[in-house]
Protein backbone atom coordinates (compact mmCIF):
# COMPACT_ATOMS: atom_id res chain seq x y z
CA UNK A 1 0.00 0.00 0.00
CA UNK A 2 1.04 3.41 -1.27
CA UNK A 3 1.12 6.24 1.42
CA UNK A 4 2.85 9.81 1.16
CA UNK A 5 2.85 11.56 3.93
CA UNK A 6 3.46 15.64 3.95
CA UNK A 7 4.34 18.33 6.60
CA UNK A 8 6.13 21.07 7.05
CA UNK A 9 3.04 23.70 6.51
CA UNK A 10 2.09 26.65 8.41
CA UNK A 11 2.41 30.66 8.30
CA UNK A 12 5.02 33.02 7.14
CA UNK A 13 5.85 36.28 6.30
CA UNK A 14 6.76 37.08 2.84
CA UNK A 15 10.12 36.96 2.54
CA UNK A 16 10.31 34.42 4.44
CA UNK A 17 11.08 30.21 3.60
CA UNK A 18 9.57 27.21 4.73
CA UNK A 19 10.56 23.11 3.95
CA UNK A 20 7.87 20.84 3.21
CA UNK A 21 8.68 17.17 3.38
CA UNK A 22 7.19 13.95 2.14
CA UNK A 23 7.40 10.59 3.46
CA UNK A 24 6.95 7.65 1.20
CA UNK A 25 6.61 4.17 1.85
CA UNK A 26 5.48 1.45 -0.10
CA UNK A 27 6.25 2.92 -3.30
CA UNK A 28 9.44 1.10 -5.24
CA UNK A 29 9.03 1.87 -9.06
CA UNK A 30 12.03 1.94 -10.74
CA UNK A 31 10.98 4.52 -12.86
CA UNK A 32 9.64 6.44 -10.15
CA UNK A 33 9.47 10.19 -10.35
CA UNK A 34 7.40 12.93 -7.71
CA UNK A 35 5.91 15.92 -7.89
CA UNK A 36 5.19 18.88 -5.69
CA UNK A 37 1.47 20.33 -6.52
CA UNK A 38 0.00 23.16 -5.29
CA UNK A 39 -3.92 24.27 -4.92
CA UNK A 40 -5.06 28.09 -4.32
CA UNK A 41 -8.59 28.40 -3.26
CA UNK A 42 -10.36 28.93 -6.96
CA UNK A 43 -7.59 28.08 -8.57
CA UNK A 44 -6.34 25.39 -10.95
CA UNK A 45 -4.11 22.98 -9.49
CA UNK A 46 -0.55 23.67 -10.45
CA UNK A 47 2.51 21.73 -10.85
CA UNK A 48 5.20 23.18 -8.61
CA UNK A 49 8.18 21.01 -8.89
CA UNK A 50 9.33 17.42 -10.57
CA UNK A 51 12.21 15.74 -9.36
CA UNK A 52 13.06 11.93 -10.92
CA UNK A 53 14.51 8.66 -9.27
CA UNK A 54 17.66 10.03 -10.55
CA UNK A 55 17.85 13.51 -9.29
CA UNK A 56 16.49 15.22 -12.66
CA UNK A 57 14.64 18.38 -11.14
CA UNK A 58 12.33 20.13 -13.19
CA UNK A 59 10.49 23.45 -12.26
CA UNK A 60 7.24 25.61 -13.18
CA UNK A 61 8.25 29.50 -14.35
CA UNK A 62 6.28 30.83 -11.18
CA UNK A 63 8.64 29.71 -8.52
CA UNK A 64 11.93 28.88 -10.19
CA UNK A 65 14.80 30.23 -8.50
CA UNK A 66 13.22 30.59 -5.34
CA UNK A 67 12.23 26.34 -4.62
CA UNK A 68 14.58 23.99 -4.62
CA UNK A 69 12.87 20.11 -4.51
CA UNK A 70 15.54 17.32 -3.06
CA UNK A 71 15.22 13.52 -2.01
CA UNK A 72 16.70 11.62 0.22
CA UNK A 73 16.55 7.87 -1.38
CA UNK A 74 17.06 6.30 1.47
CA UNK A 75 14.70 7.57 3.87
CA UNK A 76 12.26 7.73 0.29
CA UNK A 77 11.47 11.38 1.64
CA UNK A 78 10.98 14.19 -0.61
CA UNK A 79 11.79 17.60 0.02
CA UNK A 80 10.79 21.56 -1.05
CA UNK A 81 12.65 24.01 -0.07
CA UNK A 82 10.74 27.29 -0.46
CA UNK A 83 12.32 30.36 -0.22
CA UNK A 84 11.53 34.41 -0.81
CA UNK A 85 7.88 33.53 -0.60
CA UNK A 86 5.49 35.77 -1.83
CA UNK A 87 1.66 36.17 -0.90
CA UNK A 88 0.79 34.10 -4.29
CA UNK A 89 2.38 31.40 -3.57
CA UNK A 90 -0.30 30.55 -0.62
CA UNK A 91 -2.04 27.37 -1.70
CA UNK A 92 -2.04 23.80 -0.11
CA UNK A 93 0.50 21.55 -1.10
CA UNK A 94 0.52 18.07 -2.04
CA UNK A 95 3.45 15.55 -2.62
CA UNK A 96 2.67 13.02 -5.31
CA UNK A 97 4.40 9.97 -6.84
CA UNK A 98 4.40 8.74 -10.02
CA UNK A 99 5.78 7.10 -13.04
CA UNK A 100 8.19 9.25 -15.22
CA UNK A 101 7.26 8.04 -19.18
CA UNK A 102 7.66 10.21 -22.15
CA UNK A 103 9.48 13.58 -20.84
CA UNK A 104 6.58 14.08 -17.93
CA UNK A 105 5.86 12.37 -14.56
CA UNK A 106 2.43 10.95 -14.38
CA UNK A 107 1.04 10.47 -10.47
CA UNK A 108 -0.67 7.63 -9.33
CA UNK A 109 -0.41 8.44 -5.91
CA UNK A 110 -1.28 11.50 -3.44
CA UNK A 111 -0.57 12.96 -0.32
CA UNK A 112 -3.41 14.30 1.69
CA UNK A 113 -1.88 17.98 1.41
CA UNK A 114 -0.17 20.73 3.62
CA UNK A 115 -1.31 24.31 3.77
CA UNK A 116 1.30 27.27 3.61
CA UNK A 117 0.10 30.89 3.82
CA UNK A 118 2.14 33.29 3.99
CA UNK A 119 1.06 36.89 4.79
CA UNK A 120 1.98 40.19 3.43
Known amino acids: QVQLVESGGGSVQAGGSLTLSCAASGYTTLSACKRWFRQAPGKEREGVAT???????TYADSVKGRFVVSQDNNKKIVYLQMHSLKPEDTATYYC??????????????WGQGTQVTVSS
Open 96 to 109: AAGVFSGGQCFPRY
Open 51 to 57: IRSGGTT
